[in-house]
T-cell receptor
Framework: AQTVTQSQPEMSVQEAETVTLSCTYD???????LFWYKQPPSRQMILVIR??????QNATENRFSVNFQKAAKSFSLKISDSQLGDAAMYFC??????????FGAGTILRVKS | GAVVSQHPSWVICKSGTSVKIECRSL??????MFWYRQFPKQSLMLMAT?????????EQGVEKDKFLINHASLTLSTLTVTSAHPEDSSFYIC?????????????FGPGTRLLVL
């Protein structure tokens, strides 16, 4: 079974600075999807960014970008110009057969003003 | 776009009663809906996958007779917790994948907090 590992239980970043959240996964598949979801205190899951494994170009959404290293099975999220509203739990997820998502344990991001 | 709603957002019930939670995709049709359970400060645990017009597929360890799932249309799935007990208290979240477009992406509802007394 596929597994997703987020090795950082908590991270802190100063407002306006950049932070990178780590994620590694294990799979024998060659084509798959990866996601980062954000869960603020309201507990609403919000899609941050998605990456298709067959695309070599790293996905970008405004201040959010990923570093996708397929051979290393690594999928890190970079948040630039951090804002107070970025404070949340961030989950990395792998989509396996049947469109089922396998989530990592999550990383709590704290933003300091 | 891609909005998913859940109702109710918060429910308290007595032990032994049943509770129904609705999940609706508001602006798209969903071929597949998913039900998750989340304990405080933990990750999401998939309970079951629901396809319109067919029986739900439950994950290992999830009691299908306790957590009844009905997916009657392309925009509505319901989860019924039957004979609820305090250990069923949790945060339940649904998600939906669009029929067209980015079918691989799941959009999540706001969740339902269940407290069983």
């Amino acid at each position: 079974a596929q597994t997703v590992t987020q090795s950082q239980p908590e991270m802190s970043v100063q407002e306006a600075e950049t932070v990178t959240l780590s994620c590694t996964y294990d799979t024998s598949e060659s084509d798959y999807y990866l996601f980062w979801y954000k869960q603020p205190p309201s507990r609403q899951m919000i899609l941050v960014i998605r990456q298709e494994a067959y695309k070599q170009q790293n996905a970008t959404e405004n201040r959010f970008s990923v570093n996708f290293q397929k051979a290393a099975k690594s999928f890190s999220l970079k948040i630039s110009d951090s804002q107070l509203g970025d404070a949340a739990m961030y989950f990395c997820a792998y989509m396996e057969y049947g469109n089922k998502l396998v989530f990592g344990a999550g990383t709590i991001l704290r933003v300091k003003s | 776009g891609a909005v998913v709603s859940q109702h109710p957002s918060w429910v308290i019930c007595k032990s032994g009663t049943s509770v129904k939670i609705e999940c609706r995709s508001l602006d798209f049709q969903a071929t597949t809906m998913f039900w998750y359970r989340q304990f405080p400060k933990q990750s999401l645990m998939l309970m079951a996958t629901s396809n319109e017009g067919s029986k739900a597929t439950y994950e290992q360890g999830v009691e299908k007779d306790k957590f009844l799932i009905n997916h009657a249309s392309l925009t509505l799935s319901t989860l019924t917790v039957t004979s609820a007990h305090p250990e069923d208290s949790s945060f339940y979240i649904c998600s939906a994948s669009p029929w067209t477009g980015e079918r691989e992406t799941q959009y999540f509802g706001p969740g339902t907090r269940l407290l069983v007394l």
